[in-house]
């Protein structure tokens, strides 16, 4: 147990779908994070809240849709995905954004897109 | 561009001991990061390096050489939960963390 939770930990749906992916830090962190993990390749950054203002948005498309309405919850909207898109999609928070500032993980949500 | 390599998988004996390898190429160092994911599981933080040297904890060490851009996690006297998967990552000079791919530990009895 990291302090940070995500929900749905599974999840399928069709490309006209319309999604959303939920992340919760108790650790009383300012910066949050959701990366992509796919088989075999290195974690990939898609965007960074530090005191809910999204600072970092590493030329993801549209059709993920992050959300931050405070410091301590995360969102991921999700709508029109490709069958690419299916990975493990983990969000991360931490102090601030420092060298010595260590993310912390939430167990991610298997995204499966038909 | 960036670049982080680790080797994609690696086996070893319950009880030996391991070193798995990490080189890179990034704009800028502030610190290198391993991590430990068991499948399914979050990743979870092992050691920061932002000097060099080995910095021991427990049965595992990191150790970095920021001349040659390169470290390692040493794992000893391995048991079977060990097996997962281990992630180095570097902060740039932008505090963004590059990540390799990940080196996937099969301990074997």
């Known amino acids: 147990e990291t302090g940070v939770t995500q929900t749905p930990r599974h999840l399928v749906m069709g490309m006209t779908n319309k999604k959303s992916l939920k992340c919760e830090q108790h650790l009383g962190h300012n910066a949050m994070y959701w990366y992509k993990q796919s088989a075999k390749k290195p974690l990939e950054l898609m965007f960074v809240y530090s005191l809910e203002e999204r600072v970092e948005n590493n030329s993801v498309p549209s059709r993920f849709s992050p959300e931050c309405p405070n410091s301590s919850h995360l969102f991921l909207h999700l709508h029109t995905l490709q069958p690419e898109d299916s990975a493990l999609y983990l969000c991360?928070?931490?102090?601030?954004?420092?060298?010595?500032?260590?993310?912390?993980f939430g167990p991610g949500t298997r995204l499966t897109v038909l | 561009g960036q670049n982080i390599d680790q080797p994609t998988e690696m086996t070893a004996t319950e009880g030996a001991i391991v070193q798995i390898n990490c080189t890179y190429q990034?704009?800028?160092?502030?610190?290198l990061f391993w991590y430990q994911q068991h499948a399914g599981e979050a990743p979870t933080f092992l050691s920061y390096?932002?000097l060099d040297g080995l910095e021991e904890k427990g049965r595992f060490s990191s150790f970095l050489s920021r001349s040659k851009g390169y470290s390692y996690l040493l794992l000893k006297e391995l048991q079977m939960k060990d097996s997962a998967s281990y992630l180095c990552a570097v902060m740039d000079s932008n505090y963004q963390l590059i990540w390799g791919a990940g080196t996937k530990l099969i301990i074997k009895p």
């Open positions: 390096n932002v």
């Open positions: 990034t704009s800028g160092f502030n610190g």
């Open positions: 991360a928070s931490s102090q601030g954004q420092g060298a010595t500032d260590t993310q912390y």
